[in-house]
């Protein structure tokens, strides 16, 4: 069974930065395209970020583009997610996300494997 593990959220000033870890269980995930998505309050669950299983290609919503990073060490089964010049709406949870393949579906509804999610808050 797959399992995902993520760490790093957080209270952090408006303008601050903080790194999330995500931390996968099994052989796979190095065939495993791996994202974040985020659920602000009282919105539904949203993409942020994307990467494919080799590292060579990431994808970003616009709202965080040059903003946040998406990395993974397929070594250590991890993802990371940097980001920085946090603003007040990125606050919410954060969730791990990650499976095989990746397409316009999987941007808006996920991958098969979810996290159980991180809390960032950034407060001004």
């Known amino acids: 069974q797959v399992q995902l593990v993520e760490s790093g959220g957080g209270l952090v000033q408006t303008g601050g930065s903080l790194r999330l870890s995500c931390e996968v269980s099994?052989?796979?995930?190095?065939?495993?395209?791996m994202a974040w998505f985020r659920q602000v309050h009282g919105k539904e669950r949203e993409f942020v970020a994307a990467?494919?299983?080799?590292?060579?290609?990431?994808y970003y919503a616009d709202s965080v583009e040059g903003r946040f990073t998406i990395s993974r060490d397929n070594y250590k089964n991890t993802v990371y997610l940097q980001m920085n010049s946090l603003k007040p709406e990125d606050t919410g949870v954060y969730y791990c996300?990650?499976?095989?393949?990746?397409?316009?579906?999987?941007?808006?509804?996920?991958?098969?494997?979810w996290g159980k999610g991180t809390l960032v808050t950034a407060s001004s």
């Open positions: 990467i494919s299983w080799s590292g060579g290609t990431t």
């Open positions: 996300n990650g499976g095989r393949g990746w397409s316009d579906y999987e941007r808006r509804y996920g991958l098969d494997y």
């Open positions: 099994g052989r796979a995930f190095s065939t495993y395209t």
